[in-house]
Every structure is written in structure tokens, then in C-alpha cells.
């Protein structure tokens, strides 16, 4: 393991009670900030890692496409991710893999842009695109809850390009990089695992997309089950304190990653000492 990355692509306002489902604000509140339209800050979070010759982005924000379909959630701070890459030192094409979460706009609509003829092109040419196959089929036959979180146009021109590849269970992909499934707030999310020298990244996406959401029972109302999702979480969760995981919470925008540990009565709390903070976008 060389190097792991971890940035943001931009930022948008997500319902506060969408975010916490049936937990009351005045509880969810106190854990997370909203604005007076009950709108909580949401990062749009990446990670690069680098393993031997491959170069592997795990989530690419939702690029620019469709802005104004999605205004309502005032997004703002939007950074092009070929120009946050190249501040790294990496060009677009250098990167040999994308593995994406899942297909919701917020995770994949960076993989396409439309260039200046409006024709749309690969943001990164010569990449893997790593998707799971429950939810390769979820996103062209969603429930209709969930339809407006897909734009064909996101992933199309992937599969066009033969640069698309699905995988249907756990999987080590590379050294010190697995690949695992999990429902709940959609079908067949990727939830990757990554080894670096001293402890293990879990990339846990919208499995646990906040800092504030480490409670099973904290669950978002975008999820499509429920049940599944707190089992699944739970699942991530107990094995995390076990190993002394590494949460990296894609969507907070105040809190990185932290490790948890489980009280006695069942809660599982963050590990004080082990949360690193991120600068706020505001
Ligand atoms: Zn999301």
C-alpha cells in the first residue's frame, strides 16, 4: 500500500429530516448543523489510492451535467475533478480504476462531462469502472422512489466504451483492496475495504454516510429498506470495532473518519481520540 488520498468535489444542502428519517430534530440537531430551511451541509467525497501501478478513485461527486435538474439541493463549492486530481499530480488518464458505491448522482456523475460539441466523454478514458451488479440493473429498472437518483447519461457512455465491469460478491480486486456488497438504502452498494500500513480504510458510503448516522437506528429516509440497512450497518459495524476499523463518512462535511468502538449496552460511539476533523466548507 502507497498512498491514500482523501478529498472532496463539492457540497450540496440535503433535508435535514430526509438525512435522519424518523429520529426528531431536536435530537438529530444537536449532532448535526442545519440552516433555517432545515438544510444540512453535504460533502461529496472522494478517495484516491494508490496500489503499485494502479491508481483507484473511489467516488467521483456528481460532476456538472445536471445541476439545474438537481438546484433544489443548492449545491455549492463544486471543484472539477480532473483539476483537484492534476493539483495532486495526476493526470485523468492515469487513474486505472473507479470504483463507484453506487449510481446515485452524488457518487458517479463525475465519471461524464459533456465537452464543448455537448458530446459526452469518459472524465477518466482508461479506468475500470467498478459497479456491482445488483445495482447495475437497479439503475436501469429503479423503484420509483429512487428513480430521480439516476441519470443513465452518468454511466452509459462506461458501458458503451467496454470500460464497465460488474462484480456480484466480495471480491479482492488488487492487494489490500476488497470489494464488498451491502443493501438497504439501495441495492448492491460497494462498500470497499482498504489495507494501508496501519490500519483499514472502510470507504462506508451511504451504508454510513455521517458521522452522526453511527447509530444503527439513524437511518435516512432516501433509504429503500430500512430494515435491511440497520442490519447491514450493524453487520459493518461490529466487525469495524473488532478490527478497529476506519470510517471514512463520505458525506459529512465536518467529521473525516473516526474508529468505534461498542459500550457495554450495545452503542456504538466513536472513538474519541481517533476522529479527524475536516476544515467546514463554509
Ligand atoms: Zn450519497
Redesign the pocket.
Known amino acids: 500500500m502507497e498512498k491514500v488520498t482523501i478529498f472532496d468535489t463539492g457540497y450540496f444542502y440535503a433535508d435535514g429530516g430526509a438525512m435522519f428519517g424518523a429520529i426528531p430534530k431536536t435530537a438529530w440537531n444537536r449532532k448535526y448543523l442545519s440552516d433555517a430551511q432545515n438544510g444540512c451541509i453535504l460533502a461529496m467525497r472522494s478517495m484516491l489510492v494508490k496500489i503499485g501501478e494502479r491508481y483507484i478513485l473511489i467516488d467521483a461527486g456528481a460532476g456538472n451535467k445536471h445541476l439545474k435538474a438537481l438546484s433544489y439541493y443548492r449545491f455549492f463549492g463544486l471543484k472539477d475533478i480532473q483539476e483537484e486530481l492534476q493539483m495532486l499530480g495526476i493526470k485523468p488518464e492515469t487513474i486505472t480504476d473507479v470504483v463507484l458505491t453506487h449510481l446515485?448522482f452524488?457518487?458517479c456523475g463525475g465519471c461524464t462531462y459533456r465537452d464543448d460539441n455537448n458530446q459526452l466523454q469518459l472524465t477518466f478514458p482508461n479506468a475500470i469502472h467498478w459497479v456491482s451488479k445488483p445495482q447495475w440493473t437497479n439503475f436501469h429498472e429503479p423503484h420509483p422512489l429512487e428513480r430521480n437518483s439516476f441519470f443513465l447519461e452518468d454511466m452509459k457512455p462506461i458501458e458503451n466504451a467496454g470500460m464497465l465491469k460488474l462484480i456480484d460478491h466480495t471480491q479482492l480486486i488488487y492487494p489490500h483492496l476488497t470489494l464488498r456488497l451491502a443493501d438497504g438504502h439501495t441495492p448492491g452498494q460497494i462498500v470497499p475495504y482498504v489495507e494501508t500500513d496501519t490500519e483499514t480504510l472502510v470507504f462506508a458510503?451511504?451504508v454510513i454516510?455521517l458521522f452522526a448516522s453511527l447509530s444503527p437506528e439513524w437511518i435516512s429516509a432516501y433509504d429503500l429498506s430500512p430494515t435491511i440497512s440497520y442490519d447491514e450497518k450493524t453487520m459493518l459495524l461490529k466487525e469495524a470495532v473488532f478490527h478497529h476499523h476506519r470510517i471514512v463518512y463520505?458525506?459529512d462535511a465536518y467529521t473525516l473518519s473516526s474508529r468505534v468502538k461498542q459500550t457495554t449496552n450495545g452503542l456504538f460511539l466513536p472513538e474519541r481520540e481517533s476522529i479527524v476533523y475536516t476544515d467546514p466548507p463554509l
Do not use: I, L, Y
Open positions: 446515485h452524488d457518487h458510503g451511504d454516510p463520505c458525506h
